[in-house]
């Protein structure tokens, strides 16, 4: 894998460092079925509200089911499917907007999905493995092509595969991997007891 280790101003675990979305996945190397259940056992465990789990997700892949994945692409937004049809893996979050346990609204599904969705990305850095979550697909389409009951809102999609080595990158998407990573200061985001006061 390309190497792009985040520049961090305080130290992080290398997972988090590692993790980056690139758009080179290797057409020739599929995912195993049991890495994919590693990378869903760890978004299982990922926090929520009330233990709730809202999240639940649809992988697609390409090798062992070539017409579901195909549906999954078709859903894909066109300025994301250059790059994406070389995924092995395309996968659907969703996120439920009511509590199982009493089908009450729940206004937190989407940020704990959002916690499973990363816990699920960092189990895939450990695994060697590059993800990419879009919001670029149409919701709607997914929804009709696979079934999903109004109550659960598809959030994004994320492809999942083996990175290309930079020998093999495209040269329609060099620039992109290879370009440096960044990100605004800690201070803009990141407060300390008062809005605005950064650290």
């Known amino acids: 894998m390309i190497e792009k280790a985040a520049d961090t101003s305080a130290p992080v675990h290398d997972l988090i460092m590692n993790r ?40 697609c892949s390409k090798s062992a089911d070539e017409s579901a994945w195909q549906q999954a692409f078709d859903c894909l937004g066109e300025g994301n499917q250059p790059w994406c049809k070389h995924a092995p893996v395309l996968a659907i979050i969703c996120a439920d907007s ?20 990363l816990s699920l990305c960092l189990q895939g850095v450990h695994l060697g493995l590059m ?8 919701p709607d389409k997914a929804r009709t092509t696979f079934n999903i009951p109004a109550r659960y809102q598809p959030m994004a999609m994320m492809t999942i595969g083996y ?35 950064g650290f």
């Open 98 to 117: 009511q509590f199982s346990k009493n089908d009450k609204p729940n206004g937190w599904g989407a940020y704990d999905t959002g916690a499973a969705a």
């Open 131 to 138: 993800t990419h979550q879009m919001a670029g697909f149409m």
């Open 163 to 197: 990175q290309l080595p930079e020998e093999r990158l495209p040269e329609a998407f060099r620039e992109r991997e290879l370009k440096p990573r960044v990100r605004d200061p800690l201070g803009e985001h990141f407060f300390l007891g008062a809005w605005g006061k």
């Open 20 to 59: 980056w979305s690139g758009v080179s996945y290797d057409p020739d190397k599929p995912i195993s079925i049991d890495d994919l259940r590693a990378m869903a056992e760890a978004a299982r465990w990922a926090p929520s509200c009330f233990g709730d789990q809202p999240w639940r997700v649809i992988f």
